[in-house]
Each structure stands twice: as C-alpha cells, then as structure tokens.
C-alpha cells in the first residue's frame, strides 16, 4: 500500500472514521484535545516525526480509546508498517474482547458469545472487523496459517460474512495456498 497522494484527503477520512467510532460505535466521547491530535497528525501524515507526536499526543490523552488506537493502526498501515500495524491490531483485538466480554483468545470465542450477525450491535461487529484486520495483515505479512485461522474464525462467528472476511479465503484459494501446507 503506498501513501496517501493527497494528505488532507486522508486526514478527513482519518477524522471521519474516528469521529463515527467515537460516537455511534462506542457510545462514549473522545476528548476534544485527543480528538484534535488525531486531526492534526492526519494533516502532518507527510511528515512522520510530527504525525506520530500527534497520535502519541492524542494516545496520552486517550490511551484506551479505540479511535485512538485506529489512528495509529491506519498511520501505520499506510505507512506500510504493517509489522506495527499487526502490533495494533493485536491491541484492539485484546480492547474488543475486554468490550464485548470474550475470552481474550479469539481462538475460543463462538458465535453466541456475542450478537455478531447484527448490524444494531456495534461492539461485537468492531471485535469482526478488528479480527478480519487482524487475519488480512498475518497474510500480507506471510503468517498464512495464522491469518486464514483468524479468517477461518471471522467467518465462523458471522456466518453471513458481513464483514467480507472470506474475501480473504477467497484470495488465498486462488494463489494456490488454500490449504494447510505452506
């Protein structure tokens, strides 16, 4: 993935997203100075010592808030950082948990654990989506047992693929890896 070509495009996005986590999916406020750091560190996303002071900042400010912690996931997977991208979405996978009141193994979590297949329950469709993050950067990083296992999982636990976790399946069966033999 290459960077943004337009960083004020990314910054709104960047904000946008944040804004709609901290509001609708979460159901609590992020404060106004973190929220203002993530802005100004999407707007500095060229420069990468400004931009990442800025989510340091914002993480200081709000350090388990998830908007915070989707800043520094989508910094550094555009960044192609994707090592430190995986070390963040391993966070928010253990956030989501903690959230949603699973097991903090995603290996153990089953499908009536939690109200996964509706729309209406924002938590446990932020712990999906945190999931199908997570298996996407293990495969893009060449941990293909592991990704497809957490593939394997985002899918059995939304069994209507509301968050497009077999794309991924999908992607690997056409390169040939499919299997369990890598």
């Known amino acids: 993935m290459t960077a943004p070509e337009r960083p004020d495009i990314w910054a709104a996005s960047l904000y946008g997203n944040t804004a709609m986590l901290a509001a609708a999916l979460l159901g609590?406020?992020?404060?106004?100075?973190?929220?203002?750091?993530?802005?100004?560190?999407?707007?500095?996303y060229q420069n990468d010592a400004v931009a990442e002071g800025h989510l340091w900042q914002a993480r200081a400010l709000a350090p388990d808030h998830?908007?915070?912690l989707i800043g520094f996931y989508r910094y550094y997977?555009?960044?192609?950082?994707l090592e430190e991208a995986l070390a963040?979405?391993?966070?928010?996978l253990l956030k989501a948990a903690r959230d949603n009141a699973?097991?903090?193994?995603?290996?153990?979590?089953?499908?009536?654990?939690?109200?996964?297949?509706?729309?209406?329950?924002?938590?446990p469709r932020f712990y999906l989506f945190?999931?199908?993050?997570?298996?996407?950067?293990?495969?893009?990083l060449g941990y293909l047992a592991e990704g497809r296992e957490a593939a394997q999982k985002a899918i059995a636990l939304d069994p209507t693929d509301k968050?497009?976790?077999?794309?991924?399946?999908?992607?690997?069966?056409?390169?040939?890896?499919?299997?369990?033999d890598e």
């Open 28 to 44: 609590h406020g992020l404060p106004a100075n973190a929220e203002r750091e993530l802005r100004l560190a999407g707007l500095a």
């Open 66 to 68: 998830p908007a915070v």
């Open 77 to 81: 997977f555009y960044k192609n950082r």
């Open 88 to 92: 963040v979405a391993r966070v928010c």
């Open 102 to 123: 699973l097991d903090p193994d995603w290996r153990r979590v089953e499908a009536e654990d939690a109200t996964f297949g509706s729309y209406d329950a924002p938590l």
């Open 130 to 140: 945190t999931l199908k993050a997570y298996a996407y950067l293990q495969l893009r």
């Open 163 to 180: 968050v497009g976790a077999s794309v991924l399946l999908d992607v690997l069966a056409r390169a040939g890896m499919g299997g369990d």
